[in-house]
């Protein structure tokens, strides 16, 4: 017998399910759009050349690539073309919604408007290990903005994400900020080489998994120096007890960006150093921004937050809830990304909700709507023999011209059989259509919650009669 689960990391979801995503998304889509975001879609495949060389190495390595396909595939190897397994790939399922985007901008640049504001929201695939809230598939709903560098954008892409979590009915999240610059400024302090720098950023970026001891044996392991190793796990340790207390508040964080100390006289001339100064009045700039927003009281400055894909540039932000290990969303601003597929460099930021582990929380706080998914249908027709079948499907189109979800019974059966799993459905009301009726020209309306029953005439059934 064949297996029926789902593929590992996979997931069916049933009606119910369905119905809570869609929840959610709606509320996304509307906060978007009242963002002026527009909705944008891209393949679920892409290119592989198109995707390799911008999340880093974890990130080829977790690709899902496609093998070539038919007589391409066997003549290759026929031929020996194909001499190690990168070559036996040309596309692979798309890994995130950022470079896709990137993609798109460059080719269509001539069609999209100067500022251009997006939101997607479609599956990405992961060969990950799944584990609470990780899956090989799943949707993330990315929110972008091209164009522009004023921290204008980061404010607002915040702001929009802080109004989603509140209307979803989150209330203890915080928004972890950093910038790429700073931990530049402070890989520069530590003396780690330049060329070491995006590997220590990958391993700093595991701190939630690994805990602080793990990052430093890490590091140890990636032939940095003791000295560089006990300088960056001192300052993370340092950035950790500041995210342990109550530090995010809109006063707190204009107070720690303000503060200026001297570099030690062999960093004075150092362009990471003064990058890093530069960085920390842009995180100013935007937590000021928000002053008058939803994220007003929301945002901790976080100097250990490193977000781990190569191609962020600036400013990064991560948000996280109490009960849930990892980030819930996460994002930042990527500049260089849409001038690797053009001649041009693009400003660019963006925001990615994990709309899976936004699902999982709220499941386990019992956060959905009561009636979200109490049924799947507001009245049940019945049917009472093979010569009246024409009769209840006449009346439930009636029924849904007045805007009702009508469903009928799909053969003559017993009405005890078909008030039973009307009731399992919790399906609230069941029209009885028999021989008396007809004869009648009156519709039985039975409140299966009251157990209560009445004849109306048929000309004067209306909505009303199925609202209670």
């Not at 390799?52 to 007589?71: A, C, H, S, W």
């Not at 109004?163 to 989150?170: A, N, S, T, V």
């Not at 595991?206 to 430093?216: A, E, P, R, S, V």
């Not at 009251?450 to 048929?458: A, C, D, F, I, Y």
Request: charged share 30%; with cysteine; proline share 3%.
């Amino acid at each position: 017998m064949s297996n029926t689960n789902p593929a590992r990391g996979m997931r069916d979801f049933l009606p119910s399910d369905v119905r809570k995503r869609n929840y959610v998304i709606g509320i996304i889509k509307k906060v978007y759009e009242s963002y002026g975001f527009e909705p944008l879609e891209t393949p679920s495949v892409e290119n592989l050349d198109t995707l390799t060389g911008k999340y880093g190495e974890e990130g080829n390595q977790l690709m899902f690539k496609i093998l070539k396909r038919g007589e391409k595939l066997q003549q290759e190897l026929s031929e020996g073309k194909i001499t190690n397994e990168n070559e036996l790939s040309d596309l692979a399922l798309r890994y995130d919604l950022t470079v896709p985007l990137a993609r798109v901008v460059a080719n269509y640049k001539n069609d999209l408007p100067k500022f251009f504001k997006r939101y997607q929201i479609q599956p990405v695939w992961r060969a990950d290990r799944p584990a609470r809230g990780r899956y090989r598939e799943f949707y993330q709903c990315d929110v972008d903005a091209i164009g522009s560098g004023s921290m204008i954008v980061e404010a607002e892409l915040i702001s929009a994400v802080c109004e989603i979590l509140q209307k979803l009915g989150f209330k203890d999240f915080t928004i972890r900020i950093n910038h790429r610059d700073i931990l530049g400024g402070i890989m520069e302090m530590a003396k780690i080489p330049k060329e070491k720098r995006p590997q220590t950023l990958v391993i700093i970026d595991k701190l939630d998994k690994i805990g602080l001891n793990g990052i430093g044996k890490e590091l140890l392991a990636s032939d940095l120096e003791e000295e560089s190793v006990r300088a960056i796990t001192h300052q993370i340790e340092n950035q950790m007890s500041l995210s342990n207390s109550e530090t995010n508040n809109y006063e707190y964080n204009l107070q720690i960006l303000s503060e200026t100390s001297s570099p030690a006289e062999e960093f004075a001339d150092s362009e990471s150093i003064k990058s890093y100064w530069s960085a920390k009045k842009d995180l100013r700039q935007i937590v000021e921004y928000t002053k008058n927003t939803a994220a007003r009281n929301h945002i901790k400055i976080d100097e250990s937050l490193a977000r781990g894909l190569s191609y962020y540039t600036g400013a990064i932000f991560e948000i996280n809830v109490s009960d849930l290990a990892g980030s819930l969303s996460g994002g930042g601003r990527y500049d260089g990304l849409i001038g690797m597929f053009g001649k041009e460099q693009v400003p660019a930021v963006g925001f990615s909700l994990g709309l899976e582990r936004i699902l999982l929380i709220m499941d386990e706080r019992k956060m959905f709507p009561d009636d979200l998914t109490a049924n799947s249908a507001d009245v049940m027709v019945t049917v009472w023999n093979e010569e009246t079948i024409g009769e209840s499907l006449k009346l439930a189109n009636e029924l849904r011209q007045q805007n009702l979800r009508v469903l009928v019974y799909p053969e003559a059966d017993k009405l005890g059989k078909q008030f039973k799993y009307a009731d399992s459905l919790n399906i609230p009301f069941v029209c009885i259509l028999g021989e008396n009726e007809l004869a009648e020209n009156k519709i039985a309306i039975k409140n299966l919650k009251t157990g209560e029953q009445e004849n109306v005439e048929r000309d004067k059934l209306s909505r009303e009669h199925f609202l209670s």
